[in-house]
Nanobody, 124 residues
């Protein structure tokens, strides 16, 4: 069992930056692939970024490439999402997720554990 707690969301102006953190419980964090998803009001929960168990492989949704960076610190059981050059269309609830695999996972259905989400609001 893995419990995930996101933090770092908030209100920021367009062009600004935020860093989301996701703290995981359990001693097997390093054996999980991790991902970030987001859900805007009235929309599906969409993939944003993913990272392999070692951090050696990452994958991004096209609209965030070059602006967002996913990373992890297995010693701290934490995964991060650095978000730069934020746009109003990035506004959403951001969710952290863990998958029982070591490879990068981009499909929502393959994730086994989810956090409660953190709100990111980007004003124009």
């Amino acid at each position: 069992q893995v419990q995930l707690v996101e933090s770092g969301g908030g209100l920021v102006q367009a062009g600004g930056s935020l860093r989301l953190s996701c703290a995981a419980s359990g001693r097997t964090f390093s054996s999980y692939a991790m991902g970030w998803f987001r859900q805007a009001p009235g929309k599906e929960r969409d993939f944003v970024a993913a990272i392999s168990w070692s951090g050696g492989a990452t994958h991004y949704e096209d609209s965030v490439k070059g602006r967002f960076t996913i990373s992890r610190d297995n010693a701290k059981n934490t995964v991060y999402l650095q978000m730069n050059s934020l746009k109003p269309e990035d506004t959403a609830v951001y969710y952290c997720a863990a998958a029982r695999t070591m490879d990068v996972v981009t499909t929502r259905q393959r994730y086994d554990y989810w956090g409660q989400g953190t709100q990111v609001t980007v004003s124009s």
